[in-house]
Structures are given as structure tokens and as C-alpha cells.
């Protein structure tokens, strides 16, 4: 359940430790997916799909690097951009390839190696430690995190600012794609318009809610995971809460989440600032 | 301390003869900018309609005599711009404080419940009363909505994208709660729907047999209260200073967490507005799910806009042009009306892409006379990088929480 929040906020992890602000994360998710399932649908192969997931949600990655990067457009525009996008461009190819409106034909989906958990989910647990040890254990990964505090001092030091940028938001990219992948290969076998469902925000709200720390980022990512999951499973058992009230809950603890402990958070002090004079 | 926008000095006829100029240049080249962009982005759709396979010309024909082409295409383009003139003016004055307002659509949403259910209720009232009591109360509500995040932005720092976002959910939850099956706020009819509202409490239509209503001219009032507030205000002063400097708003001795909460309650309200003029004036009741993602189409509508009253209705029209001709073009030229989603997206980057490259034009022509050591954080040069008020001393504003 926690996945695809895992992918996606470890990708913002990186994207926004590296000074670029990702509120597209949404937009990267639903390239996947749509992606994904497309890519499955065509070469009957849900690695294939995942591969080509994973390389949309990058190249739509792309455009958002290049925009804020190279272009040093707004950041927060550029996201909004991308996620219209990201609702647009499935919808539309969904019609354009499979003629129906609304969700794709069913495709092969990722096999479950236990109880029906695909392959993807240990390796999400697995990426955690992955980043924070290339974060904090690596030349490039303590280059990623300098161009986030100071890219100033970081590019005078000879960090090429812009080009690690690119690389993480490409990698954003690529893992919220994996995320959004999840979603329709991973967990349900097709694609429905608009499936994240705001995950990608809540995968910036784990963020926020962990600091930017990648240990603090997956306790959170996992607590909205269970958030969501508890909705799901009240559903099925009939609990007698309303249940508006259970699926509204993760979308509240997050704006719960993002008031009470904000305090004490610290953004990357670099983010949203350029390394060479504007 | 005197907030006069152009001070009279000895020599103020010169002054403002030249500060009026300044002004019209800006004003033609945000227009020309616009539009430019407009024109890249249906030419890049056309590039789109042509990969597609079908005739971009016979689509763009169709789409603007489906949209213009005749009383019943106008009005049809009338009613769809109607909520996006509400929903454009919202975010355009939360943008003007700095402020990024996603949740127009849920502070519609709500304002359009708070209408509708009001509208319904058999208060005994006449038109006169009850009309402007369903429309407060939709702003009211839709206020309270968009004072929330502005509240936690200031108090906490809380990101406002995230905040407006997740408010968006609740209130679609909220909505469906409400007028869900056992809801307290549901009609009889077997609807997630309110009862339909009475008569006192509708807005009426402005052609016989269109669907245009009141709710037009509501919004173009809306339009120009918005400028006389931003233009011609001390409050409207403030929030743009607070939008454009938060330091500078500081040392003027704004209150930069009052004036953002107050923006967006504005906001909220105009949103709430919106959803009440739907409902009251075009649907008739409150439907749960009656907005096809009128807000997030208003974060468009801002961008293309200018943030500018005028530049927003313009805007308006334009994307209701674009959602009420996409019928036409569809039976006319066979693309699918999916096309106008992604034309809207294309506008949008179209429109930013060029007021990035003009602040980049700026910034250079800047960096060539001054000494290097000004950099621009992303907060104070919002308004720059949408093409509004060049910001041409890029001051650094102190860091934003």
C-alpha cells in the first residue's frame, strides 16, 4: 500500500535535496501508470510496461528539469503544468489508442512472489537505504546535497549545480513512475483516469513530514501508506463510521501531519534558488 | 505612512505622463505576450491534430464556429467561461499576495453546497432576500475554505499547494457525505443532489431559451471590484507588495500573515461565488461532482490571464470558447475532445515559457548594469516569472519558511 509512496517520495527526496522544488510528482505517477499499462498492453510483458513506465514518467521528468533548470521557470508553475498534463495526455491517449473513455483494458499485471505482493515492493523497501547511503555515504550523493543548501558555494566549488539537478529530477522522474507503475500493474492490472489520486501530493507531504530525511520520509510515506490501507479494508469489513469520513483520512493526516510538525522541519535551504546569478 | 501609488511631486504631470506610458507598454506587451503564446500553443496542438491523423484545419474551423457561431454556440461559450471568470478572479488575487491557491475547485465546490442548500430551503423570503442570502452563504463558506490554508501558511508555514490540495479532497468528500445517500443535506429525489432551489433563490436567464444567466454579469462585476480592490486600495496595495516582496511588504510595515489570510479568504469567497453561480444560475440544484474540474482549470485561467481582471475574463472566454467548440470539432474533424485538455496544458506552458524568457531578457539587461551578487529567489520573483510587474529591482527577499 505504502509503495508507490515510497517510489514517489523518495523521488521528490531526491529532486528537492538537489534545490528543485517537485510538486509534479502527481503528473510523473500518472505517466507511469498510464505508461506502464500501455507498454504491458503492447508487448504483453509487465517488465517491458514497467520499463516503459519508468522512461515516460523520466522523459516527462525532463521537461520539468529543463523548465526550472535551464529555463529558471517558476517551479511551482512548471508542476501545475505537468500535472494538467498528467491528466490530459492519459486521457487523451487512452482514447487516441484504446478507443474507450475512462480505463484501459485489463493488461498482464507484475507477478506476486507472496500473498500477492509483486516484486516491486521489496525493492522500494530496499531503495531506502540505497538513497540514503548514496546521500550520505557518497562523492555525488554529498554533491546532491550541497547543490541543495548552497548551490552558490557548491558551483564555486566546482559542483556542476545544474547538471546533478537534471540528474535528479530525471531520477524523480523514474521512480515516481515506478510508483504510479505500481498502481496499474502492479496492484490492479489496468489504468482508470486520475488513479493516483493525489498520491503524489501526499508523497510531498511525507516528505515535508520527514524532513527530507529518507528514514523520517519512508515512517511517513508508511503511515499514509496505512492510512490508505485501513480505508481500503474498512470498506470491505463495514465499519460503522461513515465512509466518506475513512476515505477522506489520508488526505486529512496529511494536512494534519503538514500543520503540526512543520515547525521543526528545514527544508534544503537551497531549494528553489539557482547557482549562477539570476 | 502614505500609500500613494503615483506621488505628486512638482513635477507630477511629467511623471505620470510617463508612468502612464510605462504602464500602457507593460499592458500591450503582457497582451501581445499572451496571445503569443496562445498562438504557439494551438499551433503546436495543430502539430498534434495532424500526428493524430486528422485535418487541423477543418478542426480549428469547427472549433471556432462551434463556439461563436450563432446566439446558441455564444451562449454555450458564455456559460462554460462563467465559472472560469469566478474561478480565474480567485486564484489571480490569491497569486497577487504570493499565494499559489490550488483549491479553487474545492472552495467551490463547498460555496456551491452552501448556495444550493440554502437556495432550497422554503425560508418564505423574497427574491431580494433569499438570492443574496444563498450567495453569502456560498461566501462564506467558500471564504472559510480559502482562509484555512492562508491561517496555516502563516501560523505554521505550511506549503500552501499541499494544503489547498488535500482541502480539495475533503471537500469532494464533504460533498459526497452531504448530499450522499442518508445525507443531511440531500433532496428527495433519488440524486446525490439538494432539492432543486426555489425560484426566489435562482439566478435568472439572460436570453430566453439560453443558458447564459445572471451569473455572467455576476462575474464580470466580480471582475471589476477585483481591479478597483488590487488597483485602487490600500488593501489591494498590500497584497501586492506582500506578493511581490515580502521583505519590502515588512519594512512598509504590512502584515504579510494577515494580508496572505485575508487574500485567500478573498479568493475562497470569489471561488465560492463561482460554484454558487453554477448552481444557482445554470444547473438549478447542487449536484455532487457538478464541477468538471472548474478550479484547476482556473489555476489556467490566472496564468493566461496575467493574473489581470481583464486579462482573466479574456481568458475566460477563451477556454470556454475552447470547451464549448470542442463538440463541434469533435463531430466535425473526428479528434477526440480529450485535444482541448491537452491545448489548455500547452497554453499554460506556452504562457509561462514566455514570461520566463522575458524575465530572463530582463534579468540580463539587469546583471549588464549592476555588479554580480543579486540573485533572485523563486518567492518574491513569482510575479516576475508569469510576466507581471517585471520585478526590475531584483531585490533577494528574506528566506521564505
Not at chain 1, 123 to 138: D, E, K, M, S
Not at chain 2, 15 to 37: C, K, N, P, Q, T
Amino acid at each position: 500500500m505504502a509503495s508507490p509512496l515510497i517510489f514517489a517520495s523518495m523521488g521528490g527526496l531526491l529532486s528537492e535535496r538537489s534545490g528543485v522544488m517537485n510538486i509534479a510528482l502527481e503528473g510523473f505517477m500518472l505517466m507511469g501508470a498510464f505508461s506502464a499499462a500501455a507498454g504491458a498492453h503492447y508487448t504483453g510483458n509487465p517488465y517491458l510496461g514497467l520499463l516503459i513506465g519508468a522512461l515516460a514518467a523520466g522523459f516527462t521528468a525532463l521537461i520539468h528539469a529543463f523548465w526550472c533548470i535551464t529555463l529558471r521557470g517558476d517551479q511551482i508553475v512548471a508542476g501545475t503544468a505537468i500535472n494538467l498534463l498528467g491528466i490530459g495526455v492519459p486521457a487523451f491517449l487512452l482514447q487516441r489508442l484504446f478507443g474507450t473513455v475512462g480505463r484501459s483494458p485489463t493488461v498482464e499485471r507484475l507477478p506476486s512472489i507472496t500473498s500477492g505482493l509483486n516484486i516491486l515492493v521489496p525493492v522500494a523497501f530496499l531503495l531506502v537505504p540505497t538513497i540514503w547511503y548514496f546521500l550520505y555515504r557518497t562523492k555525488p550523493g554529498l554533491r546532491v546535497l550541497a547543490a541543495g543548501e548552497q548551490p552558490r558555494a557548491a558551483e564555486s566549488v566546482g559542483v556542476a549545480v545544474d547538471r546533478y539537478r537534471y540528474g535528479c529530477v530525471l531520477a524523480s522522474g523514474i521512480l515516481a513512475g515506478i510508483g504510479g507503475a505500481f498502481l496499474s500493474i502492479g496492484d490492479l492490472s489496468l489504468f482508470t483516469n486520475g488513479m493516483t489520486n493525489g498520491r503524489g501530493f501526499i508523497a510531498l507531504a511525507a516528505l515535508v513530514f520527514g524532513n527530507w530525511m529518507p528514514l523520517g520520509t519512508l515512517g511517513a510515506a508508511l503511515f499514509f501508506g496505512a492510512a490508505q490501507a485501513v480505508q481500503i479494508q474498512s470498506q470491505a469489513v463495514g465499519l460503522p463510521v461513515s465512509k466518506e469520513l475513512i476515505i477522506a483520512l489520508p488526505y486529512l493526516l496529511t494536512l494534519i501531519a503538514l500543520t503540526g510538525v512543520v515547525r521543526n522541519s528545514t527544508p534544503p535551504a537551497g531549494l528553489g534558488k539557482h547557482a549562477t546569478a539570476d | 505612512m502614505s500609500l500613494n501609488p503615483s506621488p505628486a511631486t512638482a513635477s507630477g504631470g511629467r511623471r505620470e505622463r510617463s508612468e502612464r506610458s510605462r504602464w500602457i507598454g507593460a499592458a500591450v506587451s503582457g497582451l501581445l505576450s499572451s496571445v503569443g503564446a496562445v498562438a504557439i500553443a494551438l499551433l503546436v496542438g495543430a502539430i498534434v491534430i495532424l500526428i493524430s491523423g486528422d485535418d487541423p484545419l477543418v478542426a480549428y474551423r469547427a472549433l471556432f464556429r462551434g463556439a461563436f457561431g450563432g446566439v446558441r454556440p455564444l451562449s454555450e461559450t458564455l456559460v462554460a467561461a462563467t465559472p472560469l471568470i469566478f474561478g480565474g478572479l480567485a486564484f489571480s488575487l490569491a497569486f497577487r499576495a504570493g499565494m499559489f491557491n490550488i483549491g479553487v475547485e474545492g472552495q467551490l465546490v463547498l460555496g456551491g453546497l452552501a448556495a444550493g442548500w440554502v437556495g432550497a430551503q422554503a425560508f418564505g423570503l423574497p427574491k431580494l432576500l433569499h438570492l443574496p442570502l444563498a450567495l453569502v452563504a456560498a461566501m462564506l463558506v467558500g471564504g472559510l475554505w480559502g482562509a484555512i490554508p492562508g491561517a496555516l501558511k502563516a501560523r505554521t508555514g505550511a506549503h500552501e499547494v499541499i494544503t489547498t490540495i488535500m482541502l480539495n479532497y475533503l471537500a469532494a468528500r464533504i460533498s459526497a457525505y452531504a448530499v450522499g445517500t442518508n445525507g443531511p443535506l440531500k433532496g428527495e429525489a433519488a440524486l446525490p443532489a439538494t432539492d432543486p432551489a426555489l425560484l426566489s433563490a435562482q439566478l435568472n436567464r439572460l436570453v430566453p431559451g439560453e443558458r447564459v444567466n445572471v451569473g455572467l454579469l455576476l462575474g464580470l462585476v466580480c471582475a471589476g471590484l477585483l481591479w478597483y480592490l488590487l488597483f485602487r486600495t490600500t488593501f489591494g496595495y498590500r497584497v501586492r507588495t506582500v506578493g511581490l516582496s515580502r521583505g519590502a511588504a515588512a519594512y512598509a510595515g504590512i502584515s504579510w500573515g494577515r494580508t496572505i489570510t485575508l487574500a485567500m479568504m478573498g479568493s475562497g469567497l470569489l471561488a465560492g461565488l463561482g460554484g454558487a453561480s453554477e448552481v444557482l444560475g445554470l444547473q438549478g440544484r447542487y449536484y455532487d461532482k457538478f464541477s468538471p474540474g472548474y478550479g484547476f482549470t482556473s489555476i489556467a485561467i490566472g496564468l493566461v490571464g496575467r493574473n489581470h481582471p481583464v486579462g482573466v475574463v479574456l481568458a475566460a472566454v477563451l477556454f470556454g470558447a475552447l470547451n464549448s467548440g470542442a463538440t463541434a470539432m469533435q463531430s466535425a474533424a473526428g479528434t477526440s475532445k480529450e485535444l482541448v485538455q491537452i491545448l489548455q496544458a500547452l497554453v499554460i506552458l506556452s504562457v509561462a515559457a514566455f514570461a520566463a524568457v522575458a524575465r530572463l531578457q530582463i534579468g540580463q539587461r539587469i546583471m549588464s548594469r549592476r555588479s554580480p551578487g543579486s540573485s533572485g529567489s523563486q518567492g518574491g520573483d513569482r510575479a516576475a516569472a508569469v510576466g507581471m510587474e517585471p520585478d526590475l529591482e531584483a531585490r533577494p527577499a528574506p528566506p521564505v519558511v
